[in-house]
Structures are given as C-alpha cells and as structure tokens.
C-alpha cells in the first residue's frame, strides 16, 4: 500500500512536467492551435507554474504570426523590439537548447522576409531586411539584401553587414578587404563586428593590435589596424589591395602605401623606397617606426 502510493506521488509531481513537455513540443511544431490547447491544458491544472507568462508569449506569437510586407520603418523597428525584448527572453526560458536555434532562426527569418520592400534610410539603420537575414544565418540573402542599397560601400553599416556576410560565408581570408574598408570608414563599427564575429585568429590580431599599436588608445585606431596589418602579415598584402582605396582618408592612404613599399621592396628599388618611407611618416610615424622595426629584425 506504501509503496503504491509513492507511485502516485510521483505521478503528481511529473504531471505538471509532462503538461509543460506538451507545450514544448506543440511550440517545437509551430502549431498554434495544439499550443493553446495545451497551454490551457497547463493552467488550469497548475496555475501558478512559474513557465506559464514565458509560454503564454511564445504562442501568443505563433497566434499573431504574419507573413504580411511591412512598409513603414517604424513598424519594423516595433516588431524587432518585440522579438529582442519578449519572444527571444521567453525561448530562452522554455525551450530545450536544441530548439532553441531552429525557433529563433524561423522568427528572424520571417522578418527578414516581411522587411523585403523596405529601402535604406540613414535614420533607420536596423530597420532594413540585411541584418535581419544576418541573424537568421542567411548569409546570401543578406549579401543580395545589401546589393539592393546604392553605393552601400560608402556607408557604415551596409559596409559592415556585407563584411559579416562575407566572413561567415566565405572565410577571413575572402573578407579582409571588406575589413579594410569597414575599418578605414568607421572604426567603431569595425570593432564591434570583430568582437561579435568571435573569431579566434582576428581576436589575436586585435589583441596584438591593441598591445602594439602606437596610437590614442581610442576606438578611432582601428582605422590603422588594416596598415598595421600589413606591416605584421605581408603576405595579406595582395588581400587587401583589393580594397577601395579612399584618398581623403589617412589611414587607407598608408595602407596603399604600404602596399607599394613592399611591393618596391621585391623590385629593389632603394631610391623609391626612401621617398615612399618619407611619405609614410608624414601619414604616420608610430606605423613608419613599426616598419622599420621589423626590417632591421629582418636584417640582423
């Protein structure tokens, strides 16, 4: 008798588990409906389930899913909000780890989608449908999203969504010149990216930058870290002399620069060298003396 009542016991205490693996899995499935029943399934044997208000938002957002265009920016950045701010702290929350991407994914990527005929707006940055692919691991969608933005290589973040979409998609080695570019352009923007990308080579090179680099110590020395680059990996340089150079920017100046002087370098041209030097020192004497610094190892 003892022990037939511990097997009830035990059965109350899973009941509330097996009613909330109901909602999982109805959520899982993307079905509003069964995800209700069972949610109401839920409170009304256990009202007080501390899962109930994560749940609750989860199928709320199944109920009002759209796939409806969305045509105002305002209304983009109202509904990204909500997924920041509601249904993806709710996920987190209810469901397993291995769900967890594929949900957030199909969100992000409908988004993406509904955002499709919004242009690019200055004032609207995030409210466009590239970063929105980006989150959803479609790396090609944002690529073409991107395309659809005249002149996107003059602007910040356009810029720096196409480098991410590069660099996930093909690799660092086909994104540096796009990290030039980014870099030379808007520095901020450009640390951001590497600290988000969570690449183990690039995060040693800006660590090494950061220890090196003889600078302000503020975020607008990444606009160098392409040069410096050069003078610590050479052989990047045919890499990154596919950047746009930009003239009226110092930093992409003594990158090209430096591109020529290595290249000088082969030729043997001594006479040459001695002016481009002169030139790189007028753009940057910390960077001329990290130069050299290497020649003379080089030379020992």
């Known amino acids: 008798m003892q022990q037939s009542m511990q097997q009830l016991d035990i059965f109350a205490d899973s ?51 759209s796939s409806l265009p969305l045509t105002d920016h305002a209304e983009l950045a109202s509904v990204r909000r909500h997924l920041e701010d509601e249904v993806m702290p709710a996920a987190q929350q209810v469901l397993p780890a291995q769900d967890l991407h594929a949900w957030s994914t199909s969100c992000w990527r409908s988004l993406a989608e509904r955002a499709a005929p919004l242009a690019f707006r200055s004032i609207h940055t995030e409210s466009h449908a590239a970063p929105l692919w980006l989150r959803a691991g ?29 660099c996930r998609a093909a690799g660092l080695d086909a994104a540096w010149p796009l990290f030039a570019e980014l870099a030379w352009l808007a520095p901020s923007q450009f640390a951001a990216l590497v600290a988000g990308l969570r690449d183990a080579s690039l995060d040693a090179l800006r660590r090494r930058f950061d220890a090196d680099f003889s600078g302000t110590g503020e975020v607008e020395d990444y606009a160098w870290f392409p040069a410096w680059l050069l003078v610590v990996k050479p052989a990047l340089a045919s890499r990154l002399g596919e950047a746009r150079v930009q003239r009226d920017l110092p930093a992409s100046r003594a990158t090209a620069l430096l591109g020529e002087i290595l290249r000088r370098e082969h030729e043997g041209d001594q006479h040459e060298l001695v002016t481009l030097r002169e030139e790189l020192s007028r753009l940057h004497t910390g960077l001329l003396d990290a130069y050299m610094a290497t020649r003379k190892v080089q030379h020992r």
């Not at 949610?39 to 989860?58: F, I, K, N, R």
């Open 15 to 65: 009941r509330d588990v097996v009613l909330r693996n109901d909602v999982v899995e109805q959520l899982h499935r993307r079905d509003a409906v069964e995800a209700r029943a069972s949610l109401t399934h839920l409170a009304d044997e256990y009202p007080g389930d501390s899962a109930l208000p994560a749940m609750a938002v989860l199928v709320c957002e199944l109920e009002n899913e």
């Open 138 to 166: 479609g790396w090609a969608a944002a690529t073409d999203a991107v395309n659809t933005i005249e002149s996107w290589w003059r602007i910040p973040s356009p810029l720096a969504w196409m480098t991410e979409a590069r």
